[in-house]
């Protein structure tokens, strides 16, 4: 069956640390990856999508994440955090246009 | 304004009754999705629809009925059956299955 990992469950850091969070999934077949952002009291909202082409692929707020079809990885990167990232992150898979699946989040928080 | 509703935000029942909660969208688009989301569990997948007239079970389907009757709408039934309803209820769409799915701002369930 399908499944996502995320094996940092909570990170802390300090203002301008690089982060990186990891997400694995089981599904040998084609896929589409998403990194979703919760921040407090707000909405899920898109960070960035892989569906094709380049492996390394750039969302919003400095935000870029990296497949590794042989790592069946998809790690999310951002080179220097900020309070304002403060948030829970999930990583989620659409396997060959299946059911949308969610990993069990990353609770990040960031202070000054 | 286009985008994904859900009513009530808060939502209070007694043990043993069935509630329904709402979810519509006026963006047009092919799949909607319910998500159950609980702290350190991540989103688990509920139900799904592709399209009008039709929708598969999730991951955590059992005490829990839809329907999908009109593209716009596709209310959740959380029925007596299901045996830990509270919860914060999460509903998303996307234009088809397997593109990126935009989220509503949640129903917070409390069963007492």
């Known amino acids: 069956a399908q499944s996502v990992s995320q094996h940092n469950h909570h990170v802390i850091l300090s203002e301008a640390a690089s982060l990186e969070l990891g997400c694995n999934y089981s599904?040998?077949?084609?896929?589409?990856l998403f990194w979703y952002v919760q921040y407090p009291g707000q909405h899920l909202q898109l960070l960035l999508k892989?569906?094709?082409?380049?492996?390394l692929v750039k969302g919003i707020k400095g935000f870029e994440a990296e497949f590794i079809k042989s790592k069946f990885s998809f790690n999310l990167r951002k080179p220097s955090v900020q309070w304002s990232d403060t948030a829970e992150y999930f990583c989620?898979?659409?396997?060959?246009?299946?059911?949308?699946?969610f990993g069990t989040g990353t609770r990040l928080q960031v202070f000054p | 304004d286009g985008g994904i509703t859900q009513s009530p935000k808060y939502l209070f029942r007694k043990e043993g009754q069935n509630v329904t909660l709402s979810c519509e969208q006026n963006?047009?688009?092919?799949?909607m999705y319910w998500y159950r989301q609980d702290p350190g569990q991540g989103l688990r997948l509920i139900y799904y629809?592709?399209?009008?007239?039709?929708?598969q079970k999730g991951d955590i389907a059992e005490g829990y009925s839809v329907s999908r009757e009109k593209k716009e709408s596709f209310p959740l039934t959380v029925t007596s059956a299901q045996k830990n309803p509270t919860a914060f209820y999460l509903c998303?769409?996307?234009?088809?299955?397997?593109?990126?799915?935009?989220f509503g701002q949640g129903t917070r369930l409390t069963v007492v």
């Open positions: 998303a769409s996307s234009i088809r299955q397997g593109t990126e799915a935009f």
């Open positions: 599904y040998g077949g084609t896929v589409n």
């Open positions: 892989y569906f094709s082409g380049d492996p």
């Open positions: 989620a898979v659409n396997a060959n246009t299946d059911k949308l699946i």
């Open positions: 963006l047009n688009h092919d799949a």
């Open positions: 629809s592709q399209i009008v007239n039709d929708f």
